[in-house]
């Protein structure tokens, strides 16, 4: 009788550990990982830093290029106009990285606010807005895209044939067809 219910109460343990350990939810440390934006973000701070590590090698050898020209000579102009054009591009570098710095940390907050309330309401399977990210993509798209009108417009020449590039083989095709009757 005492080995049946000591069994029993092994067994009630058991079920109870089980549900325990398998029933609980667990918030997690690092959502952020799982958010395509916040990743977006991070990869475009990483290749900004790549490109501003490359603006200050190009500035330097700018510098050098500029300090070793003869004076007064147009070669010396255009190592001046080279380096100020790099040191132009070192600026807008460091800029850009000091804000997505910015812009990473604010969005790892915002991520980590989103999803607790997203874990307490017990709604985790729509948090990461696909409608946010699908916003960033738009709104990167529209930064992105060349701002000059000649390039982004199609020519006319492009999308039409020219006249005399088609009457020229015309005339051919017709002296040839004709087989010499005229």
């Excluded at 070669?75 to 910015?102: C, G, M």
């Excluded at 696909?130 to 999308?159: A, H, I």
């Excluded at 088609?166 to 051919?172: F, R, T």
Aim: aromatic fraction near 8%.
């Amino acid at each position: 009788m005492e080995h049946s219910r000591f069994s029993l109460l092994k067994l009630l343990f058991g079920v109870i550990l089980l549900f325990s350990i398998g029933g609980c939810r667990s918030e997690d440390p690092n959502p952020e990982v799982r958010d395509p934006l916040y990743k977006a973000i991070k990869d475009e701070l990483a290749g900004a830093e790549k490109g501003l590590e490359d603006a200050k090698k190009a500035k330097e050898e700018a510098y050098k290029r500029m300090n070793e020209t003869e004076p007064r000579t147009i070669d010396k102009r255009n190592a001046e106009k080279e380096y100020w054009k790099a040191v132009k591009q070192v600026d807008s570098l460091t800029t850009a990285v000091a804000y997505l710095k910015i812009r990473v940390e604010r969005r790892r907050v915002e991520t980590r606010a989103a999803y607790r309330k997203a874990f307490k309401a017990h709604k985790e399977e729509e948090w990461p807005n696909p409608s946010e990210y699908s916003g960033y993509l738009t709104n990167r798209r529209l930064r992105e895209v060349n701002l000059n009108w000649s390039r982004r417009v199609p020519k006319l020449k492009d999308r039409l044939p020219s006249s005399q590039g088609e009457a020229k083989p015309a005339k051919k095709a017709e002296n040839s067809e004709g087989g010499g009757e005229e």
